[in-house]
C-alpha cells in the first residue's frame, strides 16, 4: 500500500457526461501528479500541483482540468466525455515535487 | 514522441532464471531513472531507482545498470520467481532536487516467470 488514496475505483459513464476523479496524497506529501494509462498512449503525464499551486502540465485535453485543496487533495475533472477518454487515471504524490513518486491504485473510467 | 524507448515488450523466463529488460533515452537532461512494478489491477509500485553518477544499484535481488555514455539503463532480475509475474516500466525524469518531478515512462515490459 502506497499510502495514496483515489475514489472512485471504477467509474462508468456516458459520453458528453461530466466526471470527478478525487485523489489523496500521501501524509506529508506536498505535490500530486495525475497520470492516464491507456493501451494505445501508454502510461502518459496530465498535470502537476505542488502545495495548491499547477507547477507543470503535459498532455492535459482542454476538457480536463484539475485542483490541490488546501488540505492537499486534488481533483480530476473529466468534462465532454469521449469513448476515447476510457482509461486508467493513477495520481501520484512525492514529498517537495521531486521525481520520486507513489502511486495510487487508480481510477477506471470506462465511457460508453 | 517517446523520450524513453524500452524493450523488449513482453519476456518470458524460467524460474530461477535472470530477467533483462532495457531502456533507452535521448535527452541528456535526465537525472533520475526509476523502475516502476505494475500488477493487474494496481497502480505502479517504485522498485528501484538510479541517479547518473553511479552505474549500478542492487536491492535484493534487483539490479539498475547504467550506462551514461549509452544512454542506456536496463533491470536485472536474479533468481526470477512467479510472483515476480508483472509489467515493468523504466522511466526518467529532470527534476531531481527540483519541484518539477514529471515522469516519462517507457511502453512497459509484460514479464512472465514460469515455475
Known amino acids: 500500500d502506497s499510502g495514496v488514496t483515489q475514489t472512485p475505483k471504477h467509474l462508468i459513464t456516458a459520453t458528453g457526461q461530466r466526471v470527478t476523479l478525487r485523489c489523496s496524497p500521501r501524509s506529508g506529501d506536498l505535490s500530486v501528479y495525475w497520470y492516464q494509462q491507456s493501451l494505445d498512449q501508454g502510461l502518459q503525464f496530465l498535470i502537476q500541483y505542488y502545495n495548491g499551486e499547477e507547477r507543470a502540465k503535459g498532455n492535459i485535453l482542454e476538457r480536463f482540468s484539475a485542483q490541490q485543496f488546501p488540505d492537499l487533495h486534488s481533483e480530476l475533472n473529466l468534462s465532454s466525455l469521449e469513448l476515447g477518454d476510457s482509461a486508467l487515471y493513477f495520481c501520484?504524490?512525492?514529498?517537495?515535487?521531486?521525481?520520486?513518486?507513489?502511486f495510487g491504485p487508480g481510477t477506471r473510467l470506462t465511457v460508453t | 514522441q517517446q523520450q524513453v524507448k524500452q524493450s523488449p515488450q513482453s519476456l518470458i523466463v524460467q524460474k530461477g532464471g535472470i530477467s533483462i529488460i532495457n531502456c533507452a533515452y535521448e535527452n541528456t537532461a535526465f537525472d533520475y531513472f526509476p523502475w516502476y512494478q505494475q500488477f493487474p489491477g494496481k497502480g505502479p509500485a517504485l522498485l528501484i531507482a538510479?541517479?547518473?553518477?553511479?552505474s549500478e544499484k542492487k536491492e535484493g535481488r534487483f539490479t539498475i545498470s547504467f550506462n551514461k555514455s549509452a544512454k542506456q539503463f536496463s533491470l536485472h532480475i536474479m533468481d526470477s520467481q512467479p510472483g515476480d509475474s508483472a509489467t515493468y516500466f523504466c522511466a526518467a525524469s529532470k527534476g531531481r532536487g527540483s519541484t518539477l518531478g514529471r515522469l516519462y515512462f517507457g511502453r512497459g515490459t509484460q514479464l512472465t516467470v514460469w515455475p
Open positions: 501520484a504524490s512525492s514529498v517537495g515535487g521531486g521525481p520520486e513518486q507513489y
Open positions: 538510479i541517479r547518473p553518477d553511479v
